[in-house]
């Protein structure tokens, strides 16, 4: 009997549970949607089914603080090695086929198969973690802590915001205490374009933890309203601190990634390199990431044949929609022609493929279209999107989609709204002026036109044009 019979055998889905009825309601999913905090702690087992401490005994100290470990990778960003999930994995299968009323157990593997799905870009973990984790809040309908968070997690991870929103301030009604439950919140009011609310909640969650983890989370906040410089050092601070002589662990190779990832919006490509590269090794294998973070540093460094090599081997290693556009788009600099129309072909597969696991894969789908196929469904694919998740990601989408369409008097309007301030569009990013300044020049503001083209050249001269996804 698989784990999804055993889980059937608890009880029938309801068919909106299933993976195709929220699935069927979005088209896009996460590129980099993280989470970075810290440790989320698991609670032994409650004998819910009478059996008392000698199941409990089973899992042993070794599996339950691996299982502690894989929560808290998903729900926090701090990432376990594949080998503990792959463990996890297995051993809490093992567990809730004999123990089908666990509902810890069925939480933690909930999560571990995310966490799975993360690495591997398996987006067929996805339905398998929900109805794990759905199995464990019917069984524990009340104060489930473990299952909200993992399924804010799995929302986040589909680019399911208001799910996610839904779960995580429930999470958070029931344990203000955890504050793993507000970094996913905070993804959460960022996907939504509910910039307040994101800071606020960042506040709430330095109360309750102010160490290194959680401040390497709080710091993509101050990222995004313009502190570039103080996200930057506490990206870099957290990820040194986890960093010994034999390499980072799969914590701190992630979060090298990710100051990769801030320094590469500086325009800091050699040292976007070097992040990247850290982020690609020590015993956990690095993070799945940091392949596609070395190839965008490398080509925007010149070296083109060794950032298609690393786009290639990322790809290899775990299947990205987003990461196959951008290898697309290289190939296309390139006069690749042939190789960028197959690439093109592969990222339609892969978008169709998320979409059948119910992950939202709209702005990656938006951006092809806008660039290298029709901009007039690019349009209606960022229209649906912009009224379910109005977020500056998605504004700048569209506002660059209408351009590519012809239609600049509106694509002004969400090119404005992405770099609003007073709308939470603080965030320095030269993807977004660049837009803005050819769309003002389009309409004929050739003076703000050109100021912000030469923001978008100051912030990342590496930023000339496109703004797909290799931008």
Do not use: K, N
């Given at each position: 009997?698989?784990?999804?019979?055993?889980?059937?055998?608890?009880?029938?889905?309801?068919?909106?549970?299933?993976?195709?009825?929220?699935?069927?309601?979005?088209?896009?999913?996460?590129?980099?949607?993280?989470?970075?905090?810290?440790v989320l702690m698991v609670v032994p087992p409650d004998g819910g089914?009478?059996?008392?401490?000698?199941?409990?005994?089973?899992?042993?100290?070794?599996?339950?603080?691996?299982g502690a470990r894989v929560t808290a990778t998903?729900?926090?960003?701090?990432?376990?090695?594949?080998?503990?999930?792959?463990?996890?994995?297995?051993?809490?299968?093992?567990?809730?086929?004999?123990?089908?009323?666990?509902?810890?157990?069925?939480?933690?593997?909930?999560?571990?198969?995310?966490e799975r799905a993360r690495r591997t870009g398996g987006v067929g973990d996805y339905p398998r973690a929900e109805r794990a984790l759905r199995t464990s809040l019917r069984l524990r309908p009340s104060g489930n802590a473990d299952a909200l968070e993992g399924l804010t997690a799995l929302a986040v991870a589909r680019r399911d915001f208001r799910a996610a929103q839904r779960w995580g301030e429930e999470a958070v009604r029931v344990a203000p205490g955890r504050w793993t439950s507000y970094a996913l919140l905070i993804d959460a009011y960022d996907g939504l374009g509910r910039y307040k609310a994101a800071?606020?909640?960042?506040?709430?969650?330095?109360?309750?933890?102010?160490?290194?983890?959680?401040?390497?989370?709080?710091a993509l906040v101050s990222w995004d309203q313009g502190a570039r410089e103080d996200a930057a050092a506490a990206l870099s601070d957290a990820a040194a601190?986890?960093?010994?002589?034999?390499?980072?662990?799969?914590?701190?190779?992630?979060w090298w990634v990710r100051a990769g990832e801030l320094a590469w919006e500086r325009g800091e490509a050699e040292q976007s390199?070097?992040?990247?590269?850290a982020g690609g090794s020590g015993a956990a294998g690095g993070d799945p990431e940091a392949g596609a973070c070395r190839g965008r540093a490398l080509a925007a460094l010149g070296r083109t044949a060794e950032g298609v090599r690393a786009y290639r081997s990322a790809l290899a290693r775990r299947p990205s929609a987003e990461v196959a556009l951008r290898l697309g788009e290289l190939y296309e600099s390139l006069g690749r022609a042939r190789e960028a129309r197959e690439q093109y072909g592969v990222v339609r597969e892969l978008v169709a493929r998320s979409a059948a696991a119910g992950v939202n894969e709209s702005l990656v789908l938006g951006a092809l279209e806008t660039d290298h196929g029709s901009p007039t469904v690019a349009v209606r694919v960022l229209r649906a999107e912009w009224e379910r998740?109005?977020?500056?990601?998605?504004?700048?989408?569209?506002?660059?989609?209408?351009?590519?369409?012809?239609?600049d008097e509106r694509a002004l309007g969400f090119a404005r709204r992405?770099?609003?301030?007073?709308?939470?569009?603080?965030?320095?990013?030269?993807?977004?002026?660049?837009?803005?300044?050819?769309?003002?020049?389009?309409?004929?503001?050739?003076?703000?036109?050109m100021r912000h083209l030469e923001e978008a050249r100051r912030l990342n001269p590496h930023v000339v044009g496109g703004g797909g996804a290799g931008a």
């Open positions: 009997m698989s784990v999804d019979d055993e889980e059937r055998a608890v009880r029938p889905w309801p068919a909106g549970w299933r993976a195709g009825g929220r699935g069927r309601r979005v088209v896009w999913a996460v590129v980099g949607c993280f989470v970075l905090g810290g089914d009478g059996s008392g401490g000698r199941e409990a005994r089973v899992v042993g100290a070794a599996g339950a603080e691996a998903v729900t926090a960003g701090v990432p376990a090695a594949p080998s503990e999930v792959a463990s996890v994995v297995r051993e809490r299968e093992a567990r809730v086929r004999a123990r089908p009323r666990d509902h810890v157990s069925w939480a933690v593997l909930g999560v571990a198969y995310v800071r606020a909640t960042r506040d709430r969650m330095l109360a309750v933890d102010s160490g290194p983890a959680a401040r390497a989370r709080a601190a986890e960093t010994s002589a034999a390499g980072p662990s799969a914590a701190g190779a992630a390199l070097r992040y990247c590269e998740q109005p977020g500056l990601r998605v504004a700048d989408a569209l506002g660059w989609a209408l351009h590519r369409a012809g239609e992405a770099t609003d301030r007073a709308r939470g569009g603080e965030v320095r990013s030269a993807v977004y002026a660049y837009h803005r300044g050819v769309i003002e020049r389009a309409v004929g503001l050739e003076a703000a036109g």
